[in-house]
């Protein structure tokens, strides 16, 4: 398990960060170019990716256990930190309380699907609630903004 958390990207990415952040280290401009470059481009890959997933497959089977993962992933999730954070005594009117619940409110994200193709997981089911999320997230997060306003 811990061999194959070694070998995504992300993992070292978020590594890299922390350290260059904690050493207070930078890069070159050249560097941060081109890391630039490569990154704005992964977001759309992702998205044609999953796009052309959901053509071929786009909600054929499996509705049931992706409605349940969407709504534990809108409501489940928030209302979790929520009582965790009463539990810790924050304010939810404080901007970094307000900002980590509404993050926790998004639809899931893209990369998951990702990750769910590179390990040869339920695409199906990882498709199926990436699109339910998004579609029900219209309607949820409207309604997170104002319970935190």
């Known amino acids: 398990m811990l061999i194959n958390i070694a070998k995504l990207p992300l993992f070292w990415a978020i590594v890299l960060g922390l350290a260059f952040s904690l050493l207070k280290l930078s890069l070159s401009s050249f560097l941060l170019s081109g890391l630039s470059m490569v990154g704005v481009t992964a977001s759309p890959v992702a998205l044609f990716s999953l796009g052309i997933f959901l053509c071929l497959c786009l909600l054929k089977r499996r509705l049931f256990p992706s409605f349940i993962l969407a709504g534990l992933k809108l409501i489940g999730l928030p209302l979790f930190m929520a009582l965790i954070f009463a539990i810790l005594g924050l304010d939810f009117r404080q901007p970094l309380v307000a900002v980590s619940l509404l993050q926790a409110a998004m639809p899931l994200a893209v990369t998951t ?20 999320s998004t579609l029900l997230s219209v309607i949820q997060v409207p309604i997170m903004i104002s319970l935190l306003n």
């Open 113 to 132: 699907f990702v990750l769910a193709q590179k390990y040869q997981l339920d695409q199906d089911l990882v498709a199926n609630t990436i699109f339910i």
